[in-house]
C-alpha cells in the first residue's frame, strides 16, 4: 500500500508515464462543467412534462445521491490518484474481476455516448447551415477532439476550461434572469408568483417516478474530474477541492435552475418539451432570439461532453490495460498520451454514428439500451469500494484521507439503498425495463469473462 506522501504514477506498457499536464484552474472548470450538460439543458423537459413542479423534489433526491457518490469517489480517489477511477479502486477492494466489469462497461458507456453527442451536435449545425450532411459534421467534431486528445493533456484541459467558462456563464446568466423575473424587479415582465406552482404533484407518484428517472441519468459527467485528477499537477489537493465544491454546484445549477423554470413556466406547456425548458422560460420572458442562444449553449455543451467522454474513455482503457486487463497495444504512451486509446475510442463512438444511419432500429437501439443503467452499476461499484477501502486505511494509512465521506458507514448504506430502489423503480416503467434488462446483460457477460480472465491469471 502506497504511503500518505506518495501517489500512483501510470506508466503504460512500454514503461512510458502519463504527463501531468492538468493544472488546477483546469481540474476547477472540469469539476464545474462536468454537472452541466446536454440533458440538464435539453432532457430535463420530459421530466418536467411528467412530475410538473415536483421536478425540484426528483432532482433534489437524486442530487442527494449523487453528492454521496462523488464524495465516496473523492475519499477513494484522493487516497489513490489514478487514471482508472473508480475502476481502480473496485480492483482493489473487491477484485480485479470487479475493476475488468465496471471499467469496460463505463468505456462502453463513453464511447456510445461520444456518438450521441456528435449526432446531437450534428444536427443542430446542419440547422444553420441546411443542406449539410451530419454525418460531416459529426466526422469533424470526431478528428477535432481526436486530434485535441492526441496532442497533449492540457489541449483536452483547455478545450474543457473555455467550453465549461461558456457553460457557467450561460447558466448563471439565466438564473440571474430568472430570479429577477420572479422578484418582478426585471423589466418588462410581471412576477408569476406562485401561479405555477400550484398543481404541485399534476401525475402523481407515477409522475414524480418518472421525473426521479430522468434526473438520475441527467447528473452524468462528474466522474471525469476524478480520472483527469492523475494528471494534474497535485492530484491529492486538486481531487479534494473538486469534490468539496459538488454540493453547491449541483444545488444550484440542477436544483436551483429547476426551480426557476417550473416557477416562470407552466409544466404542462408544450414548448417545454418542444423547444426546451430554458428556451421556454427565456421566451416566457420575452428575451429576443433565446432559442438560438440557448442552441449555440447546447452546442457547446454537446461539444464539451464529447471532448471529455473521449478524454476519459481513453484513460479508462489505458488504465484496464496497464493493469493487464486488455489489449496491449492500448496501453502504449507517446508524448504522455495513450494515444492508441484515443483513437480506439474515437474510432468506437465513430462506429456508433455509422451504427444510427445503417441500424438504427436494431443494432443502435440495443446498444442504446445496453447503457441505458450502466452510470448506476458503476455507482453500485463505487459504494462497495468505498465501505471496504475506507476500512483499510484506517488501518493501515489513515493519513490518506484527506477526504472523508460523511457519518460513514450510514451514508454509504443509505446510498446503497437509494441505488437499489432506482433499480426497482426502473424495473416498473416499459420504458426503462428494457435498459435495465439490456445493462444487466452486459454487466453479467463482462463479470463472467473478468472473474474468468481472474481465475487463469490467479493459475498461472
Known amino acids: ?12 506498457t512500454d514503461g512510458v508515464s502519463l504527463s501531468h499536464g492538468l493544472k488546477q484552474r483546469h481540474l476547477s472548470m472540469i469539476a464545474l462543467g462536468g454537472v452541466i450538460g446536454a440533458g440538464l439543458f435539453v432532457g430535463s423537459g420530459a421530466g418536467i412534462a411528467a412530475a410538473g413542479p415536483s421536478i425540484v423534489v426528483a432532482y433534489a433526491l437524486s442530487g442527494l445521491l449523487v453528492m454521496l457518490v462523488m464524495r465516496m469517489l473523492g475519499e477513494m480517489s484522493a487516497a489513490y490518484p489514478s487514471s482508472g477511477s473508480f475502476s481502480a479502486h473496485a480492483e482493489r477492494a473487491i477484485g480485479p474481476w470487479a475493476g475488468f466489469t465496471a471499467g469496460w462497461a463505463f468505456w462502453v458507456l ?20 441546411p443542406g449539410t450532411p451530419e454525418w460531416a459534421w459529426v466526422a469533424l467534431f470526431m478528428l477535432v477532439f481526436c486530434g485535441a486528445n492526441l496532442a497533449a493533456v492540457k489541449n483536452f484541459g483547455e478545450f474543457e476550461f473555455w467550453f465549461a467558462a461558456l457553460k457557467v456563464a450561460a447558466i448563471t446568466l439565466f438564473l440571474v434572469l430568472g430570479v429577477l423575473a420572479i422578484l418582478g424587479v426585471l423589466p418588462g415582465t410581471d412576477s408569476p408568483g406562485a401561479s405555477n406552482l400550484t398543481d404541485f404533484l399534476p401525475n402523481g407518484g407515477e409522475g414524480l417516478v418518472i421525473g426521479l428517472l430522468a434526473s438520475v441519468f441527467a447528473y452524468g459527467g462528474l466522474e471525469t474530474v476524478t480520472i483527469a485528477a492523475a494528471e494534474s499537477e497535485n492530484p491529492v489537493q486538486g481531487v479534494a477541492r473538486a469534490v468539496r465544491t459538488a454540493m453547491w454546484r449541483i444545488a444550484l445549477f440542477y436544483i436551483g435552475s429547476m426551480a426557476v423554470i417550473v416557477t416562470l413556466v407552466p409544466w404542462d406547456s408544450k414548448e417545454v418539451v418542444e423547444k426546451g425548458p430554458y428556451v421556454a422560460a427565456l421566451d416566457e ?19 464539451s461532453a464529447m471532448n471529455a467522454n473521449i478524454y476519459g474513455a481513453s484513460r479508462i482503457a489505458y488504465s484496464l490495460v496497464e493493469r493487464g486487463q486488455g489489449p496491449k497495444g492500448l496501453g502504449r504512451v507517446s508524448g504522455g498520451v495513450p494515444r492508441i486509446a484515443v483513437l480506439a475510442s474515437s474510432v468506437f463512438g465513430f462506429l456508433c454514428v455509422l451504427l444510427s444511419y445503417w441500424r438504427p432500429n436494431d443494432v443502435f437501439a440495443w446498444l ?31 493519513g490518506q484521507l484527506v477526504v472523508r465521506m460523511w457519518a460513514f458507514p450510514w451514508l454509504t448504506w443509505l446510498a446503497l439503498a437509494g441505488m437499489a430502489a432506482v433499480f426497482v423503480l426502473m424495473a416498473r416503467e416499459p420504458d ?29
Not at 464511447?111 to 447551415?129: D, F, M, N, P, Q
Not at 432559442?291 to 447546447?298: I, R, S
Not at 434488462?437 to 469473462?449: F, K, P, Q
Open 1 to 12: 500500500m502506497p504511503s500518505s506522501t506518495t501517489q500512483e504514477t501510470p506508466t503504460g
Open 432 to 460: 426503462t425495463r428494457v435498459q435495465l434488462y439490456s445493462t444487466g446483460g452486459m454487466t453479467l457477460a463482462l463479470a463472467a469473462v473478468g472473474y474468468a480472465w481472474q481465475r487463469a491469471r490467479a493459475r498461472r
Open 110 to 129: 463513453l464511447c456510445t455516448a461520444v456518438g450521441l453527442e456528435g449526432i446531437g451536435a450534428a444536427k443542430i449545425v446542419s440547422g444553420w447551415l
Open 285 to 303: 420572458l420575452g428575451i429576443p432570439g433565446a432559442g438560438q442562444l440557448m442552441n449555440v449553449v447546447v452546442l457547446v455543451a454537446l461539444l
Open 368 to 398: 442504446l439500451n445496453m447503457i441505458g443503467a450502466v452510470i448506476l452499476v458503476v455507482w453500485i461499484f463505487i459504494a462497495v469500494s468505498q465501505l471496504r477501502l475506507r476500512r483499510r486505511l484506517e488501518r493501515e494509512a489513515p
